[in-house]
């Protein structure tokens, strides 16, 4: 089953509107997590680092004031798109790494957000 | 800096048949993890094999394996017996032995073939 769920998978909304997508990890916890930012047949990008506890690292180019990130607790992370508009229309993703040789890596299904 | 690159947007196979998807990187990290990701339409990252730097034999996943050249820093990735479900795209990432963060190559759109 899932390990990290992202939540919600698909949104559609109006230009002005903050949308949250959570990051969960289930049955382990992470003081890390990442959120990628996908647009179609293109690769994933690392929009910024999601800290348990600190401040999210954000790469460069990257507003922090548009997209906020929050680490409330060791198992979720939330990314908000403040006053949305169709140009962050994309596809999302998390991913949290877990202490395992053999998947070092777990991702969410990703949000599909499309700003009308 | 880490750098990955996949040089073939798209590929296309014959059912059966064996592709190989290439990737190469740059890096000066002397250890360091090597991975296949594969996405299919639906957008679900899985993993398909990974290969840790300091390990000279290649990793093996059933139909799945790579070519692991450290020195060229190369490392594609053979799918024999391809089948319609192989049908996604294809990235290569690298991560460093010490961190946690992914470098992902652009990736390779592969279509199985009937």
């Known amino acids: 089953g899932a390990v990290v769920s992202q939540h919600p998978s698909r949104v559609i909304c109006k230009s002005g509107t903050s949308v949250k997508i959570e990051c969960r990890s289930l049955?382990?916890?992470?003081?890390?997590m990442f959120w990628y930012r996908q647009f179609p047949k293109q690769s994933l990008m690392l929009m910024a680092t999601?800290?348990?506890?600190?401040?999210?690292?954000?790469e460069q180019g990257v507003e922090k004031d548009k997209f906020l990130i929050n680490h409330a607790s060791l198992t979720l992370s939330t990314l908000t798109v403040t006053s949305a508009h169709p140009e962050d229309s994309s596809f999302y993703i998390c991913?949290?790494?877990?202490?395992?040789?053999?998947?070092?890596?777990?991702f969410g299904d990703g949000t599909r957000l499309s700003i009308l | 800096a880490q750098t990955v690159t996949q040089s073939q947007p798209e590929m296309s196979v014959q059912e059966a048949e064996t592709v190989t998807l290439s990737c190469t990187y740059d890096t000066s990290e002397s250890n360091y993890y090597l991975f296949w990701y594969k996405q299919p339409p639906s957008r679900q990252m899985i993993l398909v094999i990974r290969q840790e730097a300091y390990k000279q034999q290649n990793a093996t996943e059933n139909r799945f394996s790579v070519n692991f050249q450290k020195a060229a820093k190369s490392f594609s990735l053979k799918i024999s017996d391809s089948q319609l479900g192989d049908t996604a795209m294809y990235f290569c990432?690298?991560?460093?032995?010490?961190?946690?963060?992914?470098?992902f190559g652009t990736g390779t759109s592969l279509t199985v073939i009937p």
């Open positions: 049955d382990f916890q992470a003081t890390t």
């Open positions: 991913s949290a790494p877990q202490s395992s040789p053999n998947q070092p890596q777990h």
């Open positions: 990432a690298f991560m460093k032995h010490t961190g946690n963060q992914f470098y």
């Open positions: 999601s800290n348990e506890g600190s401040k999210a690292t954000y």
